[in-house]
């Protein structure tokens, strides 16, 4: 099915630029025509309204999302109310990621037996009760994988070493991308390679880790070719190499990835985890080689950069500060401390500054929402928590609920198919497509597939894909019909997707819709085009304009400008292609 939506040579980024060009010089042109000062004051404010929405709000793939997530534990916890209610708490916080580990050991205690040891009953229960919970309450989950059983190595020293034969752990991916098939759609390779005990008691090895990731990568993309795979973050640290190369037992982060895409890692994830923590430094700290703080994280994106990586997202896999009591001595602090204020003032701040600054930054998980027991008070470690063991929320969690639970809805531009301001249903289908903006699109064939779309501005338009075998969408606005769609035999407007050609492009829904907030509704028709030879719908963008098309007594002068602006963009453009 997803061979027929492959876009023919589609450049979103490329064709916005060249409209924002052509938006600018009209105006400059437009400008010069004193004498015609009408024109010049009401065009030119036209003009600039379009260009507001002439550029993607978000061109990294994977950033257009909601960034509020955080690490759970909760196949630690036996107790299913616990789980439950942890859940429901992160919900009503606003957290829509889960990142949570599924353990390989549990999962496939002996080779190819996916049962719990001594029973006939699937060791995947646990684990389907566990995501089957976060989607129940809209939180999608990042599944990190690792902890091999013991029959993939011969020296089970360490829990956390990988297995001998790298080929066992392609075959746990295969099996659990496969398993999870349209419930989970991210996972991560490994956890923090870069250090002890993480990679065993051996060297860390960066082409190990990358021999790794590429099993693992091919072997996801076998069983679902839609799955999204993020690299394991690594842990930040100036490192302490060991004065023989082949003992070290960690090694930089920075020199680390650097070592990773040299030995050609770039082709084997679709996003790049990392850890951030503040330690004892706020988020504008600025980035430092020498130091660790939140913003070194902009010096793993200079290595991405600099190796041609530019169109991937940077998630954050463990984000946050810690809040011990002052009372710890200084050697127990790894993370350094703030206080409980600063811990909450920090984090909302972290990533709202991210958010805006950062074109790369995608989902930020808090480290962490609530453990079960494993670290006690004279730990640091317990000193993250946003809720205490017994759910009493500490201050960071109001500070993220302040900004997390309240999702606005999408303002003047251009908005991917994740963002979210987009509520898909179950029988939506994000297919991955190399040559659309985001990387990505929606697609649905099932009648009464439903997504909706939550805008502010009084017109919209989508990106759709036009096709032999495209059906029609049934449009409300506001939960009534969209003024100017036809309407079907019931008396329901509707958008045409058939096609005797296969392309995508952008069609007008709502031309005059107020300036306030709306929803606007999609769900797959019943009946399509009696030409189409299928129902088959395919959504990439949704684009909220400021005003619809502009309409001037002297719309023959206004329009002969813009073509002389678009005659004057175009000399201009190809005289820099023969340069």
């Not at 999609?522 to 399509?528: E, G, H, K, N, Q």
Request: one cysteine or more.
């Amino acid at each position: 099915m997803a061979e027929c939506f492959a876009p023919t040579e589609r450049e979103f980024s490329l064709r916005r630029r060249r409209l924002l060009a052509i938006a600018a010089l009209s105006v400059v042109l437009l400008g010069a025509l004193a004498d015609l000062g009408w024109i010049a004051h009401g065009y030119r404010q036209a003009v600039l309204s379009a260009a507001l929405v002439s550029a993607p709000a978000r061109e990294v793939n994977n950033t257009d999302v909601h960034a509020y997530g955080a690490n759970f534990f909760l196949a630690r916890e036996v107790e299913l109310w616990k789980r439950e209610k942890t859940v429901q708490m992160a919900a009503a916080a606003g957290i829509r990621w889960a990142k949570q580990q599924f353990s390989w050991e549990e999962i496939e205690p002996r080779k190819g037996d996916f049962r719990i040891p001594g029973t006939v009953e699937s060791s995947w229960g646990k684990y389907d009760q566990i995501v089957d919970l976060f989607r129940q309450y809209g939180i999608e989950v990042i599944a990190r994988l690792d902890r091999p059983p013991d029959w993939t190595r011969q020296d089970n020293t360490l829990k956390e070493r990988p297995p001998d034969n790298l080929s066992n752990y392609g075959n746990f991916v295969y099996e659990f991308v496969s398993h999870f098939k349209g419930r989970v759609h991210y996972i991560q390779i490994w956890n923090e390679p870069n250090i002890y005990p993480e990679w065993g008691e051996r060297p860390v090895d960066p082409a190990g880790y990358v021999e790794m990731l590429k099993i693992a990568y091919l072997r996801a993309k076998e069983a679902d070719p839609n799955i999204i795979v993020l690299s394991a973050p690594l842990a930040i640290t100036l490192g302490e190499p060991h004065p023989e190369p082949d003992k070290w037992r960690s090694m930089n982060d920075l020199q680390f990835l650097e070592e990773m895409y040299k030995a050609g890692a770039k082709d084997y994830f679709d996003i790049l985890s990392a850890n951030a923590f503040g330690m004892d430094l706020p988020p504008d700290d600025l980035p430092d080689a020498s130091k660790l703080n939140f913003q070194r994280v902009i010096l793993q994106r200079q290595i991405m950069e600099r190796y041609g990586d530019k169109q991937k997202a940077v998630w954050f896999n463990e984000y946050g500060w810690n809040a011990a009591p002052a009372s710890f001595a200084q050697e127990a602090l790894t993370w350094g401390r703030v206080d409980e204020e600063a811990q909450a003032q920090y984090t909302a701040q972290g990533i709202e500054d991210a958010r805006k600054k950062w074109p790369w930054a995608g989902v930020f998980c808090i480290w962490y929402f609530r453990q079960v027991g494993q670290y006690l008070p004279d730990q640091a470690e317990f000193y993250f928590r946003m809720v205490d063991l017994d759910f009493t929320a500490r201050r960071v969690y109001y500070a993220v609920k302040e900004n997390a639970a309240v999702i606005a809805p999408a303002s003047p531009g251009f908005h991917e198919e994740t963002s979210p301001a987009v509520k898909a249903g179950e029988d939506w289908t994000r297919i991955l497509a190399t040559g659309l903006s985001g990387g990505s699109y929606l697609v649905a064939s099932q009648a009464g597939a439903s997504l909706t779309f939550a805008f502010k501005g009084p017109a919209v338009s989508l990106e759709v894909h036009k096709a032999s075998l495209a059906g029609r969408l049934i449009a409300t606005l506001d939960g009534r019909n969209v003024p100017g769609l036809p309407t079907d035999e019931q008396g329901r407007t509707y958008l045409d997707l058939y096609s005797s050609n296969d392309f995508w492009t952008e069609i007008p829904v709502a031309r005059s819709a107020g300036s306030g907030m709306h929803t606007l509704q999609l769900v797959v028709a019943d009946r399509s085009n009696p030409a189409s030879t299928g129902s088959i719908c395919g959504i990439d963008t949704f684009i909220v304009r400021i005003s619809p098309a502009p309409s001037f007594p002297y719309l023959p002068a206004a329009a002969s400008a813009l073509v002389a602006a678009a005659s004057a963009f175009g000399l201009a453009w190809s005289w820099k292609k023969r340069r």
